[in-house]
């Protein structure tokens, strides 16, 4: 569906995307440092998954830059929009390294990530400027909506009520010319 993107620019992270976003899709930010992701994790070198949160279908969760995931998912998840899904492809020195995380990730193991965006909001407490105003533009965006339908039932309505209207004059004259024709014939 989509090239490969050199993240990291010398091949050690790699993202692909699978699947896209909304164009208007929210992605991390300053303002929107906590993620939610679903994902899957496979050894290259054997495609055996060593993590996956689609098994329970639960959500991992964390900060964009407190350097709680790996490197290479630092990189690549501040990259994406929420409802993306891409492969990302890590060498070890932007994953684990030559000392793996045993027993599951060996020592220098390049690791491939099927990962989901799924959310990304504020740190607790915070007032964030950036997404009141996305919500006061999706508010908006939902009045603007309803004005629309409003006006366009509206609009129906007096659509139908004019052919009635028109139907009933019709009707009129077909009786006034039946009863002008009766009256006619009956004179003599």
């Excluded at 929210?26 to 679903?38: A, E, G, T």
């Excluded at 490197?71 to 891409?86: C, D, L, R, S």
């Excluded at 599951?104 to 400027?129: N, Q, W």
Aim: glycine share 8%; with cysteine; proline share 4%.
């Amino acid at each position: 569906m989509s090239d490969s993107i050199d993240l990291s620019g010398d091949g050690g992270v790699v993202k692909t995307i699978l699947r896209k976003a909304k164009a208007d899709a929210l992605c991390p930010s300053d303002d929107l440092p906590l993620v939610d992701v679903q994902y899957e994790g496979t050894l290259a070198e054997t495609g055996e998954v060593f993590d996956t949160t689609r098994m329970d279908n639960t959500v991992f969760s964390f900060e964009l830059g407190k350097g709680s995931v790996i490197q290479a998912w630092e990189i690549a998840v501040k990259t994406m929009k929420v409802g993306e899904v891409a492969k990302i492809t890590c060498k070890p020195e932007f994953a684990y390294g030559s000392a793996g995380s045993p027993p599951d990730i060996p020592p220098d193991a390049t690791l491939i990530f099927e990962v989901e965006l799924v959310a990304c909001k504020p740190r607790k407490g915070s007032s964030v400027t950036s997404v009141s105003e996305e919500r006061a533009r999706l508010e908006e965006l939902k009045k603007q909506r309803e004005v629309a339908a409003t006006a366009k039932e509206e609009e129906k309505k007096r659509r139908e009520e004019a052919k009635a209207a028109a139907a009933a004059r019709i009707q009129a004259k077909l009786e006034s010319k039946k009863g002008q024709g009766k009256g006619k014939g009956k004179a003599k």
